[in-house]
Structures are given as structure tokens and as C-alpha cells.
T-cell receptor, first 109, second 116 residues
């Protein structure tokens, strides 16, 4: 079966760095997406990786290793507004998105 | 100027009723989706339409019927509502169905359905 694993919840301190991991087992691979979802709001797109390596976008970076079926989202200089759920999703060989259950990130002052 | 708009935002209704949720996108995207997010926050694809044609129809009860009058609209009609239908329903759109950046989803704000 197809599976996406990410931690259920993480806590970090304002100003610090946090890494949210995502491991996947899918039938084929056509890219990995990270979305951010604040409580009571819609998911919004953060990043897309299809080749191995690190993609940097301001305070957020996303890393992919296809051979390991692994990705992480790195958030630097954490701000209170970064408190949200972070969803990992993988596009399989049929171009269908397989979603993880999301990681709830709690930022403490 | 909302990119993907869905109505209503909140819907409270009794078991057995029929209800509809409407969705419109002004992004010029070819593909639209309905997702269900339950209390555990897990996003599940329900339907996907590409240029008004159904391309994904996951295992959902046939009480759920999508309708796409044109590529900018995808409505969801639910018959004989049950308690288990209570969830947040998200409409989304993407430029296409294949190839990385073309598959980035833009979501509507969600419609919270509560069945009593």
C-alpha cells in the first residue's frame, strides 16, 4: 500500500529552528509537496521537490532524498505565526496525490 | 478577487437532508477537486474533474454527486446526510493534473458541514 509518515506533533521555541520529517512509500514518484495549514483555514502551498537536494525559500527549506523515500521541511527563525499543521504529500506514478496526516507545530515564546 | 471560493462556509443540518456546496475558481485552471478533511485532519480526495470531465472518483458513497457545469465550477451535492458526513469539505484547483508545478493546489476556504 501507499503510505506517508510524519510526526503527529512537534513543539519548538520562537526564534529557533525546527525540522519536520516525512517518509513515504508510494508506487512511483512524481514529486513531493509541502503545505501549511493554520487552524480553521485552508492548506497553502509551501514547496515542491522532484529532484534530490535542498530547495530554499526564505526561512523555509525543503529537502528530498528519493533513494531513501525521505523529505524534511526546515523552518528557521521561528515566529509565532508559524504555529500550524504542515502536510506532506507525494505524487505517485499515476499523478495522484497521497497525503500524510500532517504535523502540528506548536511554537512557544 | 478570491481565487477559489466556496459557499457556504458553514452548514448545519439534520440527518436525512440533502445539501449542496458550490465552488468557483477564477484562476483559469483546468482541474478542480473536492477533498474531505475529518476531525483527525486527514485530507482525503473525493473527486477530481479536468475540463468538466471526471478523472478521479474515489470510493465515496453514491450519496455524493459532483457536478461541473464548466471548468470554473465544481459543485458537490450530498443526499440523505449522515452523522459521519460531518467534516470540512475543501474545493481546490490546479493548472493541470500532471507535472510538478502544474499540480500545485489552490484551496478554497473550506465548508464546515455539521450533521445533527
Amino acid at each position: 500500500g501507499q503510505n506517508i509518515d510524519q510526526p503527529t506533533e512537534m513543539t519548538a521555541t520562537e526564534g529557533a529552528i525546527v525540522q519536520i520529517n516525512c517518509t513515504y512509500q508510494t508506487s512511483g514518484f512524481n514529486g513531493l509537496f509541502w503545505y501549511q495549514q493554520h487552524a480553521g483555514e485552508a492548506p497553502t502551498f509551501l514547496s515542491y521537490n522532484v529532484l534530490d537536494g535542498l530547495e530554499e525559500k526564505g526561512r523555509f527549506s525543503s529537502f528530498l532524498s528519493r533513494s531513501k523515500g525521505y523529505s524534511y521541511l526546515l523552518l528557521k527563525e521561528l515566529q509565532m505565526k508559524d504555529s500550524a499543521s504542515y502536510l506532506c504529500a507525494v505524487m505517485d506514478s499515476n499523478y495522484q496525490l497521497i497525503w500524510g496526516a500532517g504535523t502540528k507545530l506548536i511554537i512557544k515564546p | 478577487d478570491t481565487a477559489v471560493s466556496q459557499t457556504p462556509k458553514y452548514l448545519v443540518t439534520q440527518m436525512g437532508n440533502d445539501k449542496s456546496i458550490k465552488c468557483e475558481q477564477n484562476l483559469g485552471h483546468d482541474t478542480m477537486y473536492w477533498y474531505k478533511q475529518d476531525s483527525k485532519k486527514f485530507l482525503k480526495i473525493m473527486f477530481s474533474y479536468n475540463n468538466k470531465e471526471l478523472i478521479i472518483n474515489e470510493t465515496v458513497p453514491n450519496r455524493f454527486s459532483p457536478k461541473s457545469p464548466d471548468k470554473a465550477h465544481l459543485n458537490l451535492h450530498i443526499n440523505s446526510l449522515e452523522l459521519g458526513d460531518s467534516a470540512v469539505y475543501f474545493c481546490a484547483s490546479s493548472q493541470d493534473t500532471r507535472g510538478g508545478g502544474a499540480n500545485v493546489l489552490t484551496f478554497g476556504a473550506g465548508s464546515r458541514l455539521t450533521v445533527l
